[in-house]
């Protein structure tokens, strides 16, 4: 987490929302074959679920956890409506161009159908409403503001130490 000045009544609020995101990269894991940082090239929808279902088309500039192609068609299936104050059914925000974090299933499916990242400077960024647009970048002066109301995020390349050493099959212990 950034370098934030935490203010007393911020502590437990932060202290509850790394353990939900500790708790959901745990589970993005146990789900993940692939997880890479690639740009996004094109999206349709899908006819698959009644068009419910996207296809993006992705340029893999690295791989984290296994390997394939470096030019991917995945699905991100459609999982729920957005529930409020549930963070984890914000459908992902997919803009052509831009560099994010996915990770993928076997079948070459995003988990959970949002577990997409945008990629901006060391931190993979996901909006925690489907009102704001992912922009982290843009969308307001960090230096002075917690961003956890409005976006999960990871520092990336503590994401890749604990992916590349985690066990595939199980995750246990993975802390953000």
């Known amino acids: 987490m950034p370098a934030f000045e935490?203010?007393?009544?911020?502590?437990?609020?932060?202290k509850a929302e790394e353990k939900?995101?500790?708790?959901?990269?745990?589970?993005?894991?146990?789900?993940?074959?692939?997880v890479l940082i690639g740009t996004i090239l094109s999206q349709r929808q899908s006819l698959e679920n009644?068009?419910?279902d996207m296809v993006i088309e992705v340029?893999?500039?690295?791989?984290?956890?296994?390997?394939?192609?470096?030019?991917?068609?995945?699905?991100?299936?459609?999982s729920a409506p957005y529930v409020p104050?549930?963070?984890?059914?914000?459908?992902?925000?997919?803009?052509?161009?831009?560099?994010?974090?996915i990770f993928v299933d076997s079948h070459m499916r995003v988990v959970e159908g949002n577990g997409m990242f945008v990629v901006e400077g060391d931190y993979a960024w996901r909006n925690?409403?489907?009102?704001?647009?992912?922009?982290?970048?843009?969308?307001?002066?960090?230096e002075f503001e917690l961003p956890i109301d409005d976006y999960m995020m990871?520092?990336?390349?503590?994401?890749?130490?604990?992916?590349?050493?985690?066990?595939p099959n199980k995750t246990p212990g993975i802390e953000t």
Do not use: C
């Not at 935490?6 to 932060?14: G, L, M, P, Q």
């Not at 647009?133 to 002066?141: A, E, G, K, S, V």
């Open 6 to 14: 935490i203010i007393r009544e911020d502590h437990a609020k932060v």
């Open 20 to 34: 939900w995101k500790a708790e959901t990269l745990d589970r993005y894991l146990r789900q993940s074959k692939y």
């Open 50 to 52: 009644q068009g419910q």
């Open 59 to 78: 340029d893999v500039l690295e791989w984290i956890r296994g390997s394939s192609d470096d030019f991917l068609t995945l699905r991100v299936p459609f």
């Open 85 to 101: 104050g549930y963070p984890e059914t914000v459908p992902p925000t997919i803009v052509n161009s831009y560099e994010m974090l």
């Open 128 to 142: 925690k409403r489907p009102s704001i647009f992912l922009n982290p970048r843009h969308d307001r002066d960090w």
């Open 154 to 167: 990871y520092e990336i390349s503590g994401l890749r130490n604990k992916i590349r050493n985690a066990d």
